[in-house]
């Protein structure tokens, strides 16, 4: 077991609002672990490991990410980036084992994915779906992880800038 996965497990036995509180203290937004609480509470129910629920909860947004590759990613980019995403997301060092550990990263990942998906139909039709995709999806990464935070900061710089230089009106 991984040393963060541990404490992941440990506040995970705790009432919902101490999750959210010694989250808090930890630096890491509460998202993962409200839906790492439920998961464990739901595998509790039906008798599951919680290592093993929270590992099965940290590889849906993988499943979900390689969906949206052989769609999404697939109608707007091409089979062949999307297969050449899709590969790189199987071959690359490590990449694998962080869908495995029972934390938030393949969360994190999963909504920066979306949110720059959306990012890009902003620039490209500026419609409004496009927008509360992006915010949602924002949100979520700002509440999963503070480098997905980051990221998001990152692609609302660039947004700025592309409204400033393009879309004056």
């Known amino acids: 077991m991984h040393v963060d996965e541990y404490f992941t497990l440990s506040v995970l036995t705790l009432p919902i609002g101490d ?13 993962y672990y409200i839906l790492g609480k439920i998961a464990v509470d739901m595998a509790a129910a039906i008798g ?33 980036t ?14 694998f084992a962080h869908f495995l550990i029972a934390r938030m990263y393949a969360w994190a990942i999963l909504f920066i994915i979306v949110a720059f998906l959306s990012f890009t139909e902003i620039i490209k039709s500026n419609d409004i779906k496009s927008w509360i995709i992006f915010t949602i999806f924002s949100v979520l990464c700002a509440y999963t ?7 998001v900061i990152c692609m609302y710089i660039l947004l700025i800038d592309y409204i400033i230089k393009f879309e004056k009106d």
């Open 48 to 80: 599951m490991d919680s290592l093993h629920a929270l590992r099965i909860l940290s590889t849906i947004p993988y499943i979900l990410i390689l969906v949206i590759s052989a769609t999404k990613i697939r109608k707007d980019y091409g089979l062949l």
């Open 145 to 151: 992880h503070y480098f997905a935070a980051l990221s």
């Open 19 to 31: 999750v959210i509180n010694i989250t808090s203290w930890d630096v890491h937004p509460p998202l």
């Open 82 to 95: 999307a297969g050449l995403f899709t590969f790189s997301l199987a071959v690359m060092n490590e990449f």
